[in-house]
């Protein structure tokens, strides 16, 4: 008998290196025999091999006892022989190793026999791992046996065999293990695989262990889904119903779906198990190698359990694995591995056996099945497993992407971890989406080519010999499609470039074009200002005009335009909405709307109180005079020449009235007056002459034969179109009053008055007329004025018919003004330069000497106010020169002011009602002017208080305003205002001390204030009550107060150097901010709360951020800092020092952003208006400075205290801001009018017909009645 040469091919014997190799071959072949019933001749061995005959004595007995027992041992298998004497196969005949005494035969294995041993001195049962015999006598084997004795010893995982106790008795090596009462996945799955036979055939079905049946009786978790594919079917539904229980006596009673949904997340839960197991081994640098069913034990809990560290390599330690060798079990072994490259071979060949170890367990086939040794070694290395649902369709979709990923060929594709296989088959457990995605089509295309190389290569050599010979055949059109190409491309990178550049070139621009617009806002900011301080009205408003929203919806206009807006509308306004020459305007009796009229006869009406455009009333239709208010102003009427109001040829007659509600410029009628040939001369409504009487309209009509008919029509709101009430015909002529019984005609060359309701006549006035004769009636028809050359004007009472009045210069004309009573009228239309008044009371004529050039001859437009206490003079614009309109006291004679407006021609003055304010036109503007406005001063000052007024402060809806002061020889220290009405609401003594800050809480309910005091110096009020609520003992001698953003933290410092915050709902101090080293003045918290900036004496203002408490930075000044201020946006940081310079930070990094010099010096309040765009300061010159943050541009300054500024506040809307001075005072500088209320900055329906409103209700000193003078 001989031994085969070694089957290692490049081994040379003669190198003492592989002499144990070559030995434990031997032995390894000497053991196959003595399992095949072949008994060795040991003589015949040592004869045939003498330069191992020391090596074959020293083996002698366990060799006799193996040839003794080989024909017993013919089983290949490891499943343990219980009948076999323990102990007896490999040499150890008196069944006890060390302290443990064999009980029986467990498992055998390539690195030994397991057996269940009882651990004699502690009574416990182990299992217990002895090295045989053969391998004991190789050292790299013994080697192996001690590393996963070492490897399991550093494991504690609950799903790893933990080992108990290491040693070695009479030449064995042996370790214990917990003992496992359970079943290996190779068991499961071969009792399955049984099952299904023996069901199909229909034969006796075998009794499954425990531990199988506990897998397929698992229970899915409540709650617990899986993800469901599409493509799963019926059978697969089926598949997933609760598995029924059958009798272990009786197993084909009730057969169980042996892969159901419950095997599938059993085994999904075991995988799992697994995968910790590992991740846990891996953490400790472990790779296991040897990963299969085989050692995956399941107990009858369903505990999964990893065993058999025998092929694991620990990190850092020496591999007993050469370059060539394959370790692990062959069916389960990753490419890596199945190429016997251990450099290649990591922890990720643990997840490809385990991801074999459950396809197989899943399917009951292996991955890759066979029994050619190389055959399979090449398809594990180049080939995919047959996808799982190719199989079994009712295999979850999200089970067989899990296998899939875990088994990539590539390492790389696999999952980087076991915990992250773990968390995915817990995910699928879970039902929730799993972190594996299906291999796309092109991971598809490209495992399918790596499969069929040869076919692939020979159809890609055919294909680029193809593409070869195309592109021979192409390459002088490629060569040309090149040129082009690169060209294009050229170009296209040329064209990119430069679209590059423009996108940063144009938001160069962009932003260049932001800060020209805010300079030359900053320029016409600057410019309106000097125009009003100059008295160039409007010039101001023009200004002013030229600021608008921009086109992105930005709005530049802040608290200084809509201040000098306010300013600059006092006195006129600017009504814009014509596009032609206004040449008549009308105000309607009650002085709420207002009527013009161009050259082009196009009609608007207005809202005379706000100056809002209310309608259009007639377009270019050449209406026939102007249009008239109803005595009552409810309705306006006007001469139309066509029936549908369409425009019409200048020669049409005009025989149509239109009449339109005069609230919201609605028409009501459009009546044809005459069928016959005519035109409508001149309209006149006239009241009623007593209750019972109708309001009517007079109108003169001009006959075809150039005669005319005085008629009156009765219009009225419920009766809209016209109905006759009387005709007069033949009249060379007629004259309407608005009032009175009579209306006047001039009838064969004679003047007389008629009765208006009868038409007859009561007096004539005249035995006989001149040509130029002509007739006027006084508003309230008492008075006939009769104009003849050379009389002159003779006044009749048109009650007697008697004359009352004659002109003594006997050169007056037309036209006259009478004053709304009638009790006077003037005329200045004689060309001298003299103006002639008469009062009807006293019959007395008094003369105006208005100024004119010298030589220059003038005529006037007269207008009385409706009391007749003042005149407006314009020039006549058929004269020669032009001046403003002018405003003289008639009883006195005394010229009061003119128009501020530019000297230039107008229209004829009208009076509103109430004589406040006077409408005139200029070309298409129309102007309202306001002499003596009664609304809109600014600054409002209030009572103030006696003594030295120090902190102002808004609440946060705008309403109140608190106010706080010295108590030397002031009672109340606190005061709050009504800021609508300027009225005290409240006051009370606060300190017995000099208040100096105030703060309203970000809600309005509570007031917090700061004295100048050693103690109990910061206190809450109840604003509503005045009430205190409570007071919070800290700082001395506090100096500022403020609530965060948010209302949860009060801030107050002062004279002791730090900065204390409380929580103002528990009154509980948070923190004491300490680093100044002299008195702090202010305190300001950021916008978002997060930092809180401190100025001092000691001339550093400190950026505290209050999460930490600690300073982000120091900012130095050259003086001591008075106040300090966040924009609202928290996007810079305001801080002023004594000398009167203003900084700006960069709140983040405390980095500069530009300086604002002031040149008075001594600043002390700051602050920023809400919209972050201005900066407002002031201090001891008595004068609020404005700048612009972006552009540094002073404004505009604000003068009217009399004593140092002490502290501003703007309101939240930024429409008023407030100071107090060191007198007391305290003023608020409106920029809104009173009375309109709008979006702030947003522009007004319609911008350029805006007026704003004044309050007529208020006296005025020029405008009294005339007898009360």
């Keep these: 008998m001989s031994l085969p040469p070694p089957t290692n091919p490049g081994h040379d014997e003669t190198d003492g290196t592989g002499d144990d190799s070559i030995l434990a071959q031997w032995v390894a072949e000497l053991a196959d025999r003595i399992r095949a019933g072949q008994a060795p001749d040991l003589e015949t061995l040592i004869r045939d091999h003498p330069e191992r005959a020391e090596q074959l004595r020293q083996l002698l007995p366990t060799i006799q006892l193996m040839t003794k027992l080989g024909p017993n041992n013919n089983n290949t298998d490891t499943t343990p022989n219980p009948t076999l004497d323990p102990g007896s196969d490999i040499g150890l005949a008196d069944r006890t190793l060390g302290e443990f005494q064999l009980l029986r035969e467990v498992g055998r294995g390539g690195m030994g026999v397991v057996f269940e041993a009882l651990e004699v001195p502690l009574g416990r049962r182990v299992a217990l791992k002895v090295l045989p015999f053969a391998t004991a006598l190789d050292p790299r084997q013994l080697k192996r046996f001690q590393l996963e004795a070492q490897a399991v010893a550093s494991l504690n995982h609950r799903n790893i065999v933990p080992i108990f106790s290491v040693g070695r008795d009479r030449g064995f090596s042996y370790f214990a293990m917990l003992l496992i009462n359970g079943r290996t996945l190779a068991d499961v799955g071969r009792e399955l695989r049984q099952f299904e036979d023996r069901a199909v055939g229909k034969a006796p079905l075998p009794v499954l262990s425990d531990v199988t049946r506990s897998i397929l009786e698992r229970p899915s978790a409540p709650g617990q889904g899986e993800s469901c594919t599409a493509d799963s079917d019926a059978s697969a539904r089926k598949s997933d119903d609760p598995p029924s229980r059958w009798s272990r006596s009786n197993p084909a009673s009730s057969l169980p779906p042996t892969r159901g949904r419950a095997y599938f997340r059993a085994v999904a839960d075991l995988g799992r198990q697994a995968a910790e197991a590992l991740a846990h081994v891996h953490d400790l640098g472990i790779q296991h190698r040897d990963i299969k069913p085989a050692n995956l034990l399941v107990d009858n809990r369903g505990q999964l359990w990893v065993t058999d560290f025998g092929l694991a390599r620990l990190q850092g330690d020496g591999d007993p694995t050469r370059t060539g060798d394959m370790i692990g079990t062959l069916r389960y072994m990753s490419p890596e591995q199945a190429l016997a490259r251990p450099g290649l071979i990591d922890h990720r060949t643990d997840i490809y056996s385990l991801g074999a170890t459950l396809y197989e367990v899943i399917t009951l086939r292996p991955a890759f099945a066979g029994d050619d040794r190389q055959n399979l070694l090449m398809r594990i290395v180049e080939e995919e497993p047959v996808p799982l649902r190719r199989l079994d369709a009712t295999i979850p979709t999200d089970l067989e992407t899990i296998v899939t990923k875990a088994m990539a060929r590539e390492p790389s594709r696999r999952y980087p971890t076991a915990q992250a296989l773990a968390d995915d088959l817990k995910r699928f457990l879970e039902g929730r989406p799993i972190l594996a995605r299906r291999p796309s089509p092109v991971d598809g295309l490209a495992k399918w080519v790596r499969r069929r190389w040869p076919l692939v290569a020979t159809a890609a050599a055919l294909s680029l010999l193809f593409v070869a010979l195309s592109i021979a055949g192409l390459s002088w059109s490629n060569a040309r499609l090149r040129g082009t190409n690169e060209r294009l491309e050229d170009s296209v990178a040329e064209a990119n470039r430069n679209a590059r550049e423009a996108a940063r070139l144009q938001s160069i621009a962009r932003e260049q074009q932001r800060l020209a617009n805010r300079h030359l806002y900053a320029t016409r900011i600057r410019s309106a200002h000097q125009a009003l301080e100059e008295g160039r009205i409007e010039w101001a408003q023009e200004f002013l005009e030229e600021i608008k929203p921009g086109d992105d919806g930005t709005d530049p206009r802040h608290f ?710």
């Design 560 to 1269: 200084a335009w809509h201040y000098l807006r306010r300013l600059a509308t006092r006195e006129i306004e600017v009504l814009r909405g014509h596009d032609d020459p206004i040449n008549h305007v009308m105000i309607s009796p009650d002085g709420r709307a207002l009527a013009t009229q161009d050259t082009t006869h196009r009609v608007l009406l207005w809202d005379a109180l706000t100056g809002r455009l209310r309608a259009e009333l007639a377009g270019k239709t050449f209406a026939t005079g102007c249009p008239e208010f109803s005595t009552d102003s409810r309705l306006v009427i006007a001469t139309e020449a066509t029936r549908d109001g369409s425009i019409a040829n200048p020669n049409d007659h005009h025989r149509f009235i239109s009449v339109w509600d005069a609230s919201n410029g609605r028409r009501l009628s459009r009546t044809e007056l005459y069928q016959r040939t005519g035109r409508i001369l001149e309209l006149a409504y006239n009241p009623p002459h007593h209750t019972t009487m109708d309001q009517t309209l007079g109108i003169q009509w001009l006959e075809a034969d150039r005669t005319v008919s005085a008629t009156f029509w009765r219009v009225t709101p419920d009766h809209p179109a016209p109905q006759l009430r009387l005709e007069v015909k033949g009249l060379q002529g007629a004259s309407f009053a608005p009032g009175g019984r009579t209306f006047g005609t001039w009838e064969h060359g004679r003047f007389q008055l008629r009765d208006r309701e009868t038409g007859s006549i009561r007096h004539r006035l005249s035995p006989a007329g001149k040509p130029d004769a002509e007739l006027d009636l006084s508003p309230d028809g008492r008075l006939a004025v009769l104009t003849e050359s050379p009389s002159g004007v003779m006044i009749y009472d048109t009650e007697s018919g008697i004359e009352v009045a004659r002109d003594p210069t006997k050169n007056l004309r037309r036209p006259f003004s009478f004053s709304a009573d009638s009790l006077s009228f003037v005329a200045g239309g004689n060309r001298t330069g003299l103006v002639h008044h008469w009062d009807r009371v006293t019959h007395d004529w008094q003369t105006l000497r208005p100024e004119a050039e010298p030589g220059v001859p003038r005529e006037f437009h007269c207008t009385l106010s409706p009391n007749g206490a003042c005149l407006a003079l314009s020039a006549h614009p058929n004269t020669k020169g032009r001046e403003s309109i002018m405003l003289w006291d008639v009883p006195t004679l005394q010229r009061l002011k003119p128009f501020p407006g530019r000297p230039a021609a107008y229209c004829k003055p009208v009076f509103a009602p109430d004589g406040q304010s006077l409408f005139l036109a200029r070309s298409s503007d129309l102007y309202r002017w306001t002499p003596e406005p009664t609304d809109g001063e600014t600054p409002r000052s209030l009572p103030g208080h006696s003594d030295e007024a120090w902190a102002v402060a808004f609440s946060p809806d705008g309403r109140i305003l608190a106010s706080g002061s010295n108590d030397t020889h002031e009672p109340k220290t606190i005061k709050l205002w009504d800021v609508a009405t300027g009225q005290l609401l409240k006051g009370w003594l606060g300190h017995e001390a000099t208040v100096t800050s105030l703060a309203f809480s970000p809600d309005g309910r509570s007031l917090a204030s700061g004295a100048i005091s050693d103690d109990q110096n910061v206190k809450i009020w109840e604003v509503a009550t005045g009430r205190l609520n409570t007071t919070l003992v800290g700082p001395t001698r506090v100096r500022s107060v403020a609530y965060s953003p948010d209302g949860t933290r009060l801030a107050a410092a002062g004279n002791d150097h730090s900065i204390w915050i409380w929580d103002p709902a528990t009154e509980q101090p948070q923190a004491r901010l300490r680093g100044h080293t002299n008195i702090v003045q202010y305190v300001a918290f950021s916008p978002d709360g997060r930092l809180l900036a401190s100025a001092g004496d000691d001339r550093t203002v400190r950026v505290w951020d209050l999460a930490t408490g600690i300073p982000r930075y120091t900012l130095d000044g050259p003086t001591e800092f008075m106040a300090v201020a966040f924009a609202p946006d928290g996007s810079i940081l305001a801080t002023v020092s004594e000398s009167g310079q203003i900084a700006l930070w960069d709140p983040a990094s405390g980095t500069s952003r530009g300086t604002i010099l002031c040149d008075d010096g001594g600043l002390r309040g700051l602050t920023f208006s809400p919209n972050g765009a201005l900066i407002a300061a002031a201090g001891v010159s008595q004068t609020i400075h404005l700048w612009d943050v972006v552009t540094r541009q002073e404004l505009m300054n604000l003068s009217g205290h009399q004593a140092p500024i002490n502290d501003l506040a703007f309101t939240t809307d930024g429409m008023t801001l407030a100071s107090c001075s060191h007198d007391g005072s305290i003023k608020l500088w409106e920029a809104r009018p009173r009375g309109i209320s709008h979006d702030n900055g947003a522009e007004p329906k319609h911008p350029t017909h805006e007026l704003l409103p004044v309050n007529f209700d208020l006296p005025s000193t020029y405008f009294q009645d005339a007898q009360s003078r």
